[in-house]
């Protein structure tokens, strides 16, 4: 006789606070299940077995819906049912530890900028989503470092040996910097021309001579508006639009090729959030491109009421970023998206995880890049997943959600933030179902409801 | 042409599971699934499923379609029979060993001893290993193989900046050569901070609270042999004069314990050799429960049965005491683990150790070199065994037949490296693509090593299987038994590390 049922090898059932989830691996897909579902499946994943259940009660019926979508079956005694994994569930260290995948430093080379946006350097008054491929600067404490050009030579060495893809240099702006900018760009590309080099700038410096930088070299425009109206009221400088746009344009030209060397973000802000439509259109317009997105939202530390909400996030709606293949599950559920493969230097010479998290483990150039990584804090931080981020851990959308990971570690430094990038409440929507998944394609989402009326209602 | 690399294992229950090779992965196992994964392999499925009346037509489909995406969308149940790479060049081979799998150096201080264990490789019982003899390393050799070792290590040292090196000192017995010790590890510290972990296995005699305190100002892990209670040690471990080395192994270990207690419970490890008449019960509840200092059990081995006349001493009624006694040792631990019991590091690692190497197994994204696909053979040069005169070898256990190449003569040699891997492939690997269990085998050099070749038997291969077959069927056992059984002294990280060291 029939009693148990199991997922299969491939179906892992993620617990939510109250509900549960079912990633399917084989088929790249979610199930959301409601809370009476999450507590069935919980029970049979105990091997505890199915016979109470009546035939054709609700729970059988669920039950047997599973087994038609693939992801598991009954059972004639208690099994172990072992889960896929693509690898050895064992990271060693010391004489066995693996060559760390290094993917990126960012170095922040100045704190120079000709524009003077309020939204930046706002430290500790703003929340932000997607900063890294933005402007924005945090306002470091403490001394700048005095590198040497030997110092720049070793860290190219550095970051040859060590095998980095990318190096973004971001400020400031480092167009604010023309001299310092083009000894790097030709220190890089005698020392290590195979590193990618992305500079980050809101476009109003000066240009370095585009026909003497390296293919190795790629820009990133932050754009702040689209007219000198919005420059005025988001920079305080509406005659820096001409100079972004025709430093836009002279970029454009060098890559007429189309060969990807320049990139375009868009800022949302309190200026142009509505807009972000129109925003798009332009850049796509002018320039051919599809830019992305990076979005910052000041406020009070203190007397502000309710959440905000940032545009890509509705009220009670959760991004969801479908995992494209099952190496992107395992990804997300052993790594930290966001962190894992990056480093940051910072203007006063401190190596950080990144340029928003605070611990620094190396001082640079008094310590070399490869020094500081053979401390363990970095890779503390690359394999910081959701489960150890306070309010993730009890969500069951925890490995398909496209929040900014780094946002929410800041989130528990400061009270209250996170809510403005996750909008569930664990405690509430939750438990009465108001959830309603957004942005994932609905071949990737399926709700299963164990009794009508107990569902996610939206 | 494709083979079939599944291995089908029953539990403690009876249900049935299969392991594949393919993915590494396990599935539970019915009559049907089997019926359904060799229809579709031969490409009877249409003409066989009509006969299947016993079954619903819906559990057919379903099992066709489970088969069917496994085999899809993970490449399950089957192995393509080559071509495998050839073995790279020799430029090409050092460029990545330099790079890649460079771990430990292993300097052999001394062929000299000052016990006569009865099992010893080095005894007369192993005709085709090196004899004890009285040499030992000058200072000069081990400082060139110091230098030479981190020479060759420098692409991985700067590409890798988390990797540490073991720096292990093998005899005979290295404490006789305790000063040369300190003064190499010192060395080698001073030119390459932060970078050396010094390990050693010692029989322990010599250990004297002033040799630990030596050895423990410099952070050195060390393993003593201890075979078990007095009668089980003192039945092989013994000096010239025939008298055991227990007493004066515990004199040690008593006062480092109480003069030294950090570095006894940090730094010290035991490893403990057995053959068919060891009292395994006894051993076992030795190390649970004796009041004398037991270092946690690092390693498990039996006396080697290659290439020896060791064993013409037993009988079969040995052998069948010792496979009733391993069987209950099995049961007890397996019973343990379930009921979230302690149990005795012995046990852990006689028994645990195989099992969570089928915990620990290699999955689908953990290829070996795909010119050595298969066995547990490392690659000539993830470890360096330099002897007393320089000559380098593969690693302490394959001396004398395949000597990879000389500090007096440029180092290792890598087409040299190449040769070895090439005639052990030739010799050992030629059927391993048709095999259930390549994960898992810890078939190497040094357990097919003979005078001048590599050679197996089917009956080794056999036994490979046969071992797996149990240490699976026991994994499974426990967590159907206990789905949350504790394996985390086993996958401990730390105890793992040590485990590397001491290989």
């Known amino acids: 006789m029939i009693v148990y049922f199991r997922l299969a090898t491939d179906s892992f059932l993620v617990s939510g606070k109250t509900d549960g989830a079912i990633y399917d691996l084989g088929r790249n897909r979610l199930l959301l299940l409601d809370p009476g579902a999450a507590a069935l499946l919980k029970r049979c994943e105990r091997n505890q077995p199915t016979d109470d259940l009546a035939p054709g009660s609700a729970e059988m019926a669920l039950l047997d819906k599973l087994v038609q979508r693939g992801v598991g079956n009954f059972l004639p005694s208690p099994h172990f049912v072992e889960k896929l994994q693509f690898q050895s569930p064992v990271r060693f260290q010391g004489i066995a530890a693996d060559p760390p995948r290094f993917d990126r430093l960012t170095f922040q080379i100045t704190d120079r900028c000709g524009l003077a946006c309020k939204t930046c350097r706002l430290e500790g008054h703003q929340a932000t989503w997607q900063p890294c491929t933005a402007c924005l600067m945090r306002a470091l404490p403490g001394e700048r470092a005095h590198p040497s050009g030997d110092d720049f030579d070793a860290l190219f060495d550095d970051l040859r040996r060590l095998e980095f893809k990318n190096l973004h240099l971001r400020g400031g702006d480092p167009l604010a910097e023309p001299d310092l900018l083009a000894d790097l760009l030709r220190r890089a590309a005698a020392r290590y021309p195979e590193l990618i080099i992305f500079v980050t700038t809101p476009g109003e410096g000066h240009l370095p001579n585009l026909a003497t930088v390296s293919n190795q070299v790629r820009f990133n425009v932050v754009l702040l508006g689209t007219s000198a109206k919005d420059y005025e009221e988001a920079a305080g400088c509406g005659a820096a639009w001409d100079r972004v746009v025709s430093n836009v344009d002279s970029l454009r030209a060098a890559d007429s090729q189309g060969a990807g060397r320049l990139l375009v973000t868009i800022l949302l802000t309190e200026t142009t959030r509505a807009r972000k439509d129109e925003l798009l259109a332009f850049a796509k317009d002018r320039w051919g491109l599809t830019p992305g997105l990076a979005e910052t939202y000041p406020y009070p530390l203190t007397g502000w009421e309710g959440p905000p909400r940032f545009s890509h996030v509705g009220p009670r709606a959760k991004p969801v970023a479908p995992f494209r293949d099952t190496w992107e599950f395992f990804f997300r559920a052993y790594n930290n998206t966001c962190l894992f493969g990056g480093a940051d230097l910072g203007l006063d010479g401190g190596f950080r995880p990144c340029a928003w998290v605070d611990e620094v483990f190396g001082h640079w150039p008094a310590e070399s890049l490869h020094k500081a990584m053979s401390r363990p804090q970095p890779y503390h931080y690359w394999e910081l997943t959701k489960e150890s981020i306070e309010g993730c851990r009890e969500c069951a959308l925890r490995y398909a959600c496209a929040d900014c990971t780094v946002a929410e570690l800041d989130g528990q430094l400061l009270p209250g933030v996170r809510e403005m990038y996750c909008p569930l409440n664990l405690s509430e929507d939750l438990a009465v179902g108001r959830v309603r998944p957004v942005l994932g394609p609905a071949e990737f989402i399926e709700e299963i409801v164990l009794a009508e009326g107990s569902g996610h209602r939206g | ?503």
């Open chain 2, 1 to 503: 042409m494709e083979h079939r690399v599944t291995l089908k294992f029953s539990v403690d229950s009876g249900n049935q599971y299969l392991y594949d090779d393919a993915t590494g992965m396990t599935f539970v196992w019915s009559d049907l699934r089997e019926r359904v994964l060799s229809a579709l392999l031969d490409g009877s499925l249409g003409e066989r499923r009509a006969t299947w009346n016993n079954y619903a037509p819906a559990d057919i489909d379903h099992e066709v379609l489970f088969i069917s995406r496994w085999r899809q969308k993970y490449g399950a149940f089957v192995r393509k029979v080559g071509p495998y790479p050839p073995v790279p060049p020799p430029a090409e081979l050092e460029a990545w060993i330099r790079k890649e799998i460079l771990m430990q150096l292993i300097l052999v201080v001394t062929e000299d001893c000052n016990l006569r264990c009865r099992y010893c490789a080095f005894s007369d019982h192993y005709p085709l290993n090196r004899d004890r003899t009285t040499k030992s390393m000058t200072f000069d050799i081990a400082r060139r193989a110091v230098d030479y070792f981190f020479e060759l290590a420098r692409p991985e040292m700067e590409r890798n900046p988390r990797r540490l090196f073991g720096v292990t000192f093998y005899g005979g017995e290295p404490l006789l050569e305790v000063d040369l010790i300190a003064r190499v590890i010192d060395y080698a510290r001073e030119r390459f901070p932060g970078l050396v972990i010094p390990v050693m296995t010692v029989n322990g005699t010599l250990l004297s609270p002033e040799v630990a305190k030596t050895l423990a100002d410099r952070d050195v892990h060390v393993s003593i042999s201890l075979d078990g209670p007095t009668a089980e040690h003192d039945r092989n471990r013994v000096f010239p004069s025939g008298q055991g080395s227990y007493e004066p192994v515990m004199r040690n270990l008593r006062r480092i314990r109480e003069e030294m207690p950090d570095f006894f419970a940090n730094y010290v490890t035991s490893v403990s050799t057995y053959d068919c008449r060891t009292d395994v019960e006894a051993v076992s509840e030795f190390f649970f429960s004796s009041p004398d200092p037991t270092p946690p059990v690092l390693f498990v081995s039996k006396v080697a049965t290659r290439n020896t006349d060791y064993y013409d001493a037993f009988g079969p009624e040995d052998l069948e005491k010792h496979i009733a006694q391993v069987r209950w040792l099995r049961q007890d631990y397996k019973q343990r683990v379930i009921e979230g019991d302690r149990y005795s590091t012995y046990a852990q690692s006689y028994v645990g150790l195989p099992i969570a190497t089928c915990l620990l197994r290699g999955r689908m994204a953990n290829p070996r070199p795909p010119f050595l696909p298969f066995t547990g053979a490392c690659i000539p040069g993830t470890k360096l065994c330099v002897t007393a005169e320089g000559q380098l070898d593969v690693c302490e256990r394959v001396n004398g037949s395949f000597p990879i190449g000389h500090l007096d003569s440029g180092g290792v040699d890598f087409g040299r490296v190449k040769q070895v891997i090439e005639n052990y492939r030739d010799s050992i690997c030629d059927k391993c693509h048709a095999c259930p269990v390549t994960r898992l085998c810890s078939m190497c050099y040094s357990t097919t090593e003979q005078e001048g070749v590599f050679a197996k038997t089917p009956e080794d291969c056999a036994e490979t299987v046969a071992i797996t077959r149990g240490s699976l069927a026991d994994y499974y056992s426990i967590k159907e038994g206990n789905p949350s059984a504790d394996f985390s002294y086993e996958t401990d990280r730390t105890y793992l590390e040590r485990r590397l060291m001491f290989l």
